[in-house]
């Protein structure tokens, strides 16, 4: 089993970015996936969790209105479409997949992708 994410780059304040999560050996759609990320300094976070079960969809109060989770089944990826970036912003972000969202248990972790947001 594999998560793969990619997407991640350098992007000034105001900019947009979007990571891609593609799994392999497992289907995403049996899966809620949460995007976390690591700010230096500060504790993981979850940034954004889409559920199995019916899609609906969960965001962290610092992105909430700014970032849109989403997944596309037919190539098993799940997609986090950030916009109108912050430094703050800045940091690793990583997709992990579990039973349902917030559950606390994931199953598996991506390796994760750097995203720099410049002022």
């Known amino acids: 089993v594999q998560l793969v994410e990619s997407g991640g780059g350098l992007v000034q304040a105001g900019g947009s970015l979007r990571l891609s999560c593609k799994a392999s050996g497992i289907a995403l759609d049996n899966y809620a996936t949460t995007w976390f990320r690591q700010i230096p300094g500060k504790e993981r976070e979850g940034v954004a969790c889409?559920?199995?079960?019916?899609?609906?969809?969960y965001y962290g109060d610092s992105v909430q209105g700014r970032f849109t989770i989403s997944r596309d089944v037919a190539k098993n990826t799940a997609a986090l479409q950030m916009n109108r970036l912050e430094p703050g912003d800045t940091g690793v972000y990583y997709c992990?997949?579990?039973?349902?969202?917030?559950?606390?248990?994931?199953?598996?972790w991506g390796r994760g992708t750097q995203v720099t947001v410049t002022s």
């Open positions: 889409i559920s199995s079960i019916d899609g609906a969809t």
């Open positions: 992990a997949v579990e039973a349902y969202c917030m559950y606390g248990n994931y199953d598996y």
